[in-house]
């Protein structure tokens, strides 16, 4: 079935864009879906609030030209003001950006730093923050309601490719590197680093919290996925089964499953428990032998993104196209076209999938399906129950099988 169009924005172009790609590597929807961010290419991220955006799609059909200009902010003298009259930010970041990830606030949770008065900021419980990664090698905190610039992360030394908040509102932030390694910041302690996260032998491309915030998983070139535990920053275990770089990876919303995207022209779901493949989704038929592992690079794929019902997987290829996978169906359910597409994302109700190609976004209608009580059941179980513990109980195996992903 081929996936509905709900809209595009468009990056304004200029004449030095034909001379070279304006490259869009990352968007991001926020976590209480008010905002959603994209990078245009080199230094330029826009942030717009994501139901005019829809608003706007539905008034004046898909097309919707990202203004060159700032919309100018209100006067208002609180957080809360800003927050219910949420405006578009153009942010110029100074230099090509790589990466983006939003994080939310959450008061109960605090820094790990001890001299807490010392602090800078008094991160609120409507805080929402924006980090933007970038080429060379500094992470930039803007706050999100008032668009300025908060903090300024100078550590890595390469490309900051990827980042990822820790979803209990911690403020903890991880940036993966072409320095080959991990760091993990406290936001709360005014970005201080707090670990370097060191195993990878070459680039790393992305990383991924889990939904309980305990476990950091990091993919890279040579084929590596590595599993953290965010509490010891030890590392965990090493999956194994690519046969090419692996460049993207996300946590299902129960943290039963997780999925990694490859140069070898695979996506597999792994149980990130027990290290065992679960499923595998191949966009090369037949697939690449592990001799020529890279397959043919129109294969390659390039992005993967769980929905948050934990039945749909999207995954985005070099043969141009998008496609949506069921978890317990060999072949997609739905496909879309798009071209040089890069990265893409679910938005935080699960019903639109964002797509970044050259600057520009698309957003398709996702596959909409009514969960049976036998899943949601199942979600409710993994959230707080790691396999080890699920195989412990007396239950038939029929339906172990079934809460361990098996069938």
């Known amino acids: 079935a081929r996936s509905r169009t709900v809209g595009e924005l468009l990056a304004p172009t200029s004449p030095f864009d034909k001379k070279c790609g304006r490259e869009n590597w990352t968007v991001a929807f926020a976590p209480d879906g008010s905002y959603f961010a994209w990078s245009q290419g080199h230094r330029i991220v826009k942030l717009v609030p994501w139901s005019q955006c829809l608003s706007n799609f539905l008034l004046h059909g898909t097309k919707n030209v990202a203004n060159s200009t700032s919309t100018r902010l209100p006067r208002q003298n609180s957080d809360s003001g800003q927050k219910n009259n949420p405006c578009e930010h153009i942010i110029d970041c100074g230099d090509i950006v790589w990466s983006l990830a939003f994080g939310s606030s959450v008061p109960e949770k605090q820094s790990r730093c001890v001299n807490i008065e010392w602090h800078r900021f008094k991160f609120g419980q409507d805080q929402l923050l924006l980090a933007t990664g970038l080429n060379n090698g500094r992470i930039k905190i803007w706050d999100v309601y008032t668009g300025k610039l908060l903090l300024n992360l100078m550590d890595h ?142 294969r390659w794929v390039r992005s993967v993104s769980f929905s948050h019902d934990g039945l749909h997987i999207a995954s985005l290829a070099d043969d141009k196209m998008v496609r949506f996978w069921r978890i317990d169906e060999e072949y997609p359910v739905q496909v879309a076209p798009l071209n040089n597409g890069l990265c893409c994302t679910f938005s935080t109700d699960g019903s639109v999938l964002a797509a970044g190609q050259d600057g520009s976004v698309y957003f398709w209608a996702t596959p909409r399906q009514v969960s049976s009580l036998q899943h949601l059941c199942r ?27 098996q069938i």
């Open 379 to 405: 979600m409710a179980i993994r959230r707080v129950m790691p396999t080890s513990q699920v195989k412990n109980l007396p239950i038939p195996s029929k339906v172990m099988e079934f809460l361990c992903y």
């Open 157 to 298: 030394t390469e490309v900051v490719r990827d980042l990822t908040f820790a979803p209990d509102g911690s403020l903890i932030l991880v940036s993966a590197s072409r320095d080959k390694t991990l760091r993990v910041w406290d936001l709360k302690d005014d970005g201080n680093m707090m670990k370097v996260l060191r195993g990878h032998q070459n680039w790393v491309y992305g990383c991924a919290f889990s939904p309980d915030s305990s476990i950091l998983c990091s993919v890279g070139a040579s084929k590596a996925v590595f599993l953290w535990d965010m509490d010891k920053y030890s590392m965990i275990r090493k999956l194994e089964g690519h046969h090419n770089d692996v460049v993207a990876c996300e946590f299902s919303p129960d943290g039963a499953l997780l999925a990694t995207a490859s140069y070898d022209t695979r996506v597999y779901v792994w149980d990130p428990h027990t290290g065992v493949i679960l499923m595998e989704f191949g966009h090369l038929f037949p697939p690449p032998t592990p001799i020529f592992a890279g397959g043919a690079n129109d």
